[in-house]
């Protein structure tokens, strides 16, 4: 078989003025590729050079994000009243009938981590603590009666065995979409029924409700038959139609995987290995929804009915102030094509620290008229979103943070503690101190002014991926995550963090949270 050396030299990427160790990428990189190999890349739709990208990033790693402090109420994140909040709530109200929106829930991951206990509980043929917790209350489960008959054994491997196992409900292979979680008296709802139910109160215009679910291809089938059995029922008790759409993570969105000692990895029968990228994959599905507010949720974030209330204010509260903020950036991009003057400058400046999550440099300072404006339009010529954020409670993750862009600019992200170099104390102090946590809360706005959407890949930060140690029949090896959905992948997005009520945050990691009050229906 015929193989290739190709020497290349990229520009991959140039990232925007403002933003996080933004860099301009300009790299050399060796590396055997056969025809089939080339053949298989264009199959996937990868780019040569996305590979050496990748294998570079492998070979020298991803630099450190540079905190310069924790964002805190009153510095970096917002605090809403409750008039504030009403009077969002009720700008959101009277805009959305000439709104297109959309949530989006990212809905592929499997439930395996979930089950983690109740796996280990058969493998290892004795009992632990959430095993025991769940065994003890397994009649709170909204799935204890579907189990119970399918299992009416008092074993305790035999119960377990029968959620986990294909002979049973197959828990343990499905994602949390489709699990029971919440009881009700007419039966139990899954997250994605949860979903449907709370789209109905804020991503609805008053006529349709639209949702858009990422799915892995082997389970699209059985939910998009749930939907379908789901949406006369709710279409008939909310008044509206529903909008339901599935997409799947891309192909070429893809990393390769390498050796311990930086070379491709490839199987048995010589072929790269490719892997998923992570959800940062999945800013190409939300980069092709067409909307003017989108909504993202993670899956598993869901309550009943009766817990539903707070959730709701403060998605339409976010979305009132969205709104309100893409207006302002409109009003102000449309004053730079005119006159401009000293005081719309700092009235500006002014603004995008307050409001956008941008501190210039005192270089900005030093330059002439034409060039602050320029450098103004490129600061709120871009994606906006806000992130609703909750207090810390020790939940592992990230949180919101001042990052230095290393040229005396600072922007707010959201920053994972795998970004954050543990070993340098001053770094690990100031995100262990952090006071506030990302719970997957988002309203965005992709397009532009002028009503156009931004092509949001050319606006991420590439060097902000992450690096894991893997194993593949028995052979260890190195994967890559492209950067992440709401960290990396949204960068160079203008952010505005939220305080967002703790009641909002309920996720299930573990299958005893769903005995948590927030998932009884009571």
Not at 57 to 85: C, Q, T, Y
Not at 157 to 174: H, Q, R, V
Not at 211 to 235: C, D, Q, Y
């Amino acid at each position: 078989m015929a193989s290739y050396c190709f020497l290349i030299e990229i520009y991959s990427f140039k990232m925007s003025n403002i933003g996080v160790n933004s860099i301009n990428f300009k790299f050399k990189s060796m590396c055997m590729l056969s025809e089939r190999d080339l053949a298989d890349l264009k199959n996937r739709g990868i780019r040569v050079e996305d590979v050496y990208q990748q294998v570079e990033f492998f070979r020298n790693g991803f630099p450190w994000m540079s905190l310069e402090k924790s964002a805190v109420i009153g510095d970096g994140i917002l605090k809403l009243s409750e008039s504030e909040v009403g009077h969002w709530i009720n700008q959101f109200d009277l805009l959305k009938a000439n709104l297109q929106i959309v949530k989006m829930v990212p809905a592929s991951g499997a439930a395996t981590r979930m089950f983690k206990s109740l796996f280990e509980h058969i493998s290892e043929g004795k009992s632990n603590k959430e095993s025991d917790l769940f065994l003890s209350r397994l009649h709170e489960f909204a799935f204890s009666k579907a189990l119970l008959n399918l299992c009416p054994s008092q074993d305790s491997n035999e119960i377990i065995k029968t959620l986990l196992e294909a002979k049973g409900l197959d828990y343990g292979s499905l994602p949390k979409g489709l699990l029971a979680f919440h009881p009700y008296e007419d039966g139990s709802r899954t997250p994605l029924e949860e979903h449907l139910y709370e789209a109905a109160e804020y991503a609805s215009d008053g006529k349709k409700a639209r949702l858009h679910f990422t799915v892995s291809p082997e389970h699209r089938a059985r939910f998009e038959n749930l939907v379908s059995e789901l949406l006369p029922k709710l279409e008939s008790k909310f008044g509206i139609s529903y909008e339901v759409q599935f997409s799947e993570q891309k192909p070429a969105t893809d990393t390769v995987a390498v050796q311990l000692d930086n070379e491709l990895f490839r199987e048995k029968d010589g072929s790269i290995l490719f892997r998923p990228a992570g959800h940062g994959a999945l800013l190409e599905n939300l980069n092709e929804l067409q909307a003017d507010l989108i909504f993202i949720k993670n899956i598993d974030n869901v309550v009943p009915d009766a817990k539903r209330e707070s959730t709701i204010r403060y998605k339409k509260a976010i979305g009132g102030l969205l709104l309100s903020i893409t207006e302002k950036i409109k009003g102000y991009l449309l004053r730079l094509d005119g006159e401009i003057s000293d005081g719309l400058m700092a009235e500006i400046l002014d603004y995008a620290e307050s409001h956008l999550g941008i501190k210039m440099s005192n270089e900005f300072g030093q330059l002439s008229v034409e060039e602050k404006a320029e450098w103004l339009k490129t600061i709120l010529h871009r994606p906006t979103r806000i992130c609703g954020v909750v207090k810390n409670m020790g939940e592992p993750g990230g949180g919101p943070f001042w990052c230095s862009d290393g040229h005396g600019n600072v922007a707010l992200q959201l920053v994972e503690s795998a970004q954050v170099d543990m070993q340098n104390e001053i770094q690990k102090e100031i995100f262990s101190n952090s006071t506030h946590f990302n719970p997957v809360d988002l309203v965005c706005s992709t397009k532009n002014y002028q009503g156009k959407p931004y092509n949001l890949m050319g606006f991420r930060d590439m060097s902000t991926g992450f690096i894991t140690e893997k194993t593949k029949d028995g052979r260890k090896l190195k994967a890559q995550e492209l950067p992440g959905l709401w960290n990396g992948a949204m960068a160079h997005w203008n952010t505005i963090f939220v305080e967002v009520p703790l009641d909002t945050f309920n996720p299930v990691k573990t299958v005893t949270d769903l005995l948590r009050p927030a998932h009884q229906n009571d």
